[in-house]
């Protein structure tokens, strides 16, 4: 089968078991709908194969959050001016992506699967140019501990990203420690990294600014004034409580009835039931309070869309303490972030929100949610949180530097 055919899928690696149960020599393949895998060429095919081409940059993802990052990221790295290719890598060790969500977010399939070992292994290979992350995955993370490792020539830059809104983002700089690239946001951020890694000093490393879903925001749609859609972006965590998720439900419910002329929409991050390995197991999911809402207005309804199809349509984006807010800004979009619901006090997440976005003008009261009114974004805090969007040529710069960093241990003449 082709790769034009109308059949290709994607392609898979597969991992077939010697006798003693170990694992044999990792075969490409390409997996193809109604026809079996077929096995491609080895890398030493012949004086007659074709010069193999720019080596690609992996990007890695293992759930919803991690998938939304790779397919942005891949986006920031197509539009940058260097353009390399790009392989979104799904990494099963720490698998919580449900087939619904791989098929709605990824439905051409992963360029190839890995597990703890391949991805270890992938760490230390010449085949490919980068790694890029917003997870730090166990497997990544001891591979590239060793100082030596990480002075070696050859491996791919290993560049890791915050996984979104970071509320703790010190439990996570220990974790970016050994990689060859990390990327923060906001900017204090950056200089509160700096001032830890004074006390590494391991090997080379270079600091960045920026998130592919924190990018400066776009100019507002052309058809916001006639747009009717309101969505509200759940979060997996927040609001805790069943009371603090009604209060939600309840004033969603009456901006519905005071707008009849528009929908109000509950966009689902998980279905029920689904995804229960999650970083975030989700409790008192939203479908089965409103079946307890008395009388719902016909215009309040659910959706598990995907955040680009809500940015469509959407004419004001509501989170509690979704990373989702930051998506309605960057689309130019009104947001409104809401933290006075019930029992907010007993929220973990809800006081790191409100530092995270103090000054932004957008954390709404309630009376102001129930009146959509909304306000424009400081720009001195935009600044501060979202990158500008040259994003994918410094993330290319880094690796080039990385490429090109002093004191490389190479292999000893066999």
Request: net charge negative; hydrophobic share 40%.
């Amino acid at each position: 089968m082709s790769d034009d055919s109308p059949g290709y899928r994607a392609e898979i690696w597969l991992y077939p078991l010697a006798e003693d149960g170990s694992e044999g020599a990792p075969i490409r393949a390409r997996l193809g709908t109604g026809a079996a895998p077929q096995a491609l060429p080895a890398s030493d095919a012949g004086a007659d194969a074709e010069p193999a081409g720019p080596k690609p940059v992996v990007i890695l993802f293992s759930d919803d959050s991690t998938l939304f990052f790779a397919l942005r990221m891949r986006d920031v790295l197509r539009n940058s001016a260097e353009a390399p290719p790009v392989d979104l890598v799904w990494y099963t060790g720490e698998n919580a992506l449900s087939f619904r969500q791989m098929a709605q977010l990824l439905p051409e399939g992963p360029a190839y699967s890995l597990g703890p070992k391949q991805l270890s292994a992938l760490a230390g290979s010449d085949t490919v140019r980068a790694i890029i992350t917003s997870r730090v995955y166990r497997a990544l993370g001891d591979a590239i501990r060793s100082v030596p490792f990480r002075m070696s020539a050859g491996r791919p830059c290993v560049i890791s990203f915050l996984g979104g809104l970071d509320f703790f983002p010190q439990n996570g700089f220990a974790r970016r420690r050994n990689c060859d690239g990390v990327y923060l946001f906001p900017t204090s951020n950056i200089e509160a990294y700096r001032e830890a890694a004074l006390e590494w000093d391991d090997a080379w490393q270079e600091v960045g600014f920026g998130h592919p879903s924190f990018l400066r925001p776009e100019d507002p749609p052309a058809d916001l004034a006639s747009r009717r859609d309101i969505f509200f972006f759940t979060q997996a965590l927040s609001p805790s409580t069943k009371r603090g998720r009604m209060h939600m439900l309840q004033a969603l419910a009456a901006m519905a009835r005071a707008n009849p002329d528009h929908t109000v929409w509950i966009k689902l991050r998980h279905l029920p039931n689904e995804n229960q390995k999650h970083l975030h197991l989700e409790r008192y999911h939203y479908p089965g309070l409103l079946e307890e809402l008395d009388n719902p207005p016909p215009n309040l309804k659910l959706t598990a869309c995907t955040m680009d199809e809500a940015l469509a349509t959407a004419a004001l984006g509501i989170t509690c303490t979704s990373t989702a807010a930051i998506d309605v800004v960057r689309a130019g979009i009104p947001a409104m972030v809401h933290l006075d619901f019930v029992d907010n006090y007993r929220d973990p997440l809800v006081e790191p929100m409100r530092k995270l976005f103090r000054g932004s003008n957008l954390i709404t009261p309630l009376g102001d949610m129930l009146e959509k009114r909304a306000q424009a974004p400081d720009p001195a805090w935009v600044e501060k949180m979202l990158c500008p969007r040259d994003l994918g040529d410094r993330v290319m710069q880094t690796v080039a530097r990385f490429e090109t960093r002093p004191f490389q241990i190479t292999e000893a003449p066999q």
